[in-house]
């Protein structure tokens, strides 16, 4: 993560464009973050409605950022278990993913965000329990489940 990631540009990277991620706005080390995403006609269902997984994703995201801000690049957030709200029908447009770290731990941390329109209107809530793994840990396994060379 860059030392200042206030409203870094997400083009180049290809989970960040598969998400419709336009910007990180804010990474606070208190365990804050804020991101922009573009929510596509590509990403709904019927009625142009987005569908649940992306709104879900993008606060995921957003609690995995503020994690990583509290926790330094040595960490990899785990999401142990994801609930998810839903107040509003998200629609084609941009918006914000906010989260906040609700209660942090030595190896698990509790994390809340939610999804706003661009009036401000929550369109949804999410509460997330996180591992906070090992980088090193998390590299070696993922080496060795691939056949990679470490």
Same mark, same amino acid.
């Given at each position: 993560?860059?030392?200042?990631?206030?409203?870094?540009?997400?083009?180049?990277?290809?989970?960040?464009?598969?998400?419709?991620?336009?910007?990180?706005?804010?990474?606070?080390?208190?365990?804050?973050?804020?991101?922009?995403?573009?929510?596509?006609?590509?990403?709904?269902?019927?009625?142009?409605?987005?569908?649940?997984?992306?709104?879900?994703?993008?606060?995921?995201?957003?609690?995995?950022?503020? +994690?990583? #801000?509290?926790?330094?690049?040595?960490?990899?957030? =785990?999401?142990?278990? @994801?609930?998810? *709200?839903?107040? $509003?029908?998200?629609?084609?447009?941009?918006?914000?993913?906010?989260?906040?770290?609700?209660?942090?731990?030595?190896?698990?941390?509790?994390?809340?965000?939610?999804?706003?329109?661009?009036?401000?209107?929550?369109? +949804?809530? #999410?509460?997330?329990?996180?591992?906070?793994?090992? =980088?090193?840990?998390? @590299?070696?396994? *993922?080496?060795? $489940?691939?056949?990679?060379?470490?």
């Amino acid at each position: 993560m860059p030392e200042d990631a206030s409203a870094t540009d997400a083009s180049g990277h290809s989970l960040y464009e598969t998400m419709g991620l336009v910007r990180i706005i804010e990474i606070d080390p208190a365990g804050r973050a804020s991101l922009e995403y573009e929510a596509k006609r590509e990403q709904c269902h019927s009625g142009g409605v987005v569908q649940g997984g992306f709104i879900s994703g993008w606060i995921d995201a957003a609690m995995a950022h503020a +994690a990583m #801000a509290k926790n330094g690049e040595g960490i990899v957030p =785990m999401t142990l278990e @994801l609930k998810v *709200s839903y107040f $509003a029908p998200t629609r084609p447009g941009p918006v914000i993913a906010e989260a906040w770290v609700e209660r942090h731990g030595k190896r698990t941390s509790f994390y809340e965000g939610h999804l706003l329109d661009k009036d401000g209107t929550v369109l +949804a809530k #999410a509460s997330s329990t996180i591992l906070l793994a090992d =980088m090193g840990r998390v @590299l070696a396994a *993922s080496a060795k $489940a691939t056949g990679a060379a470490e």
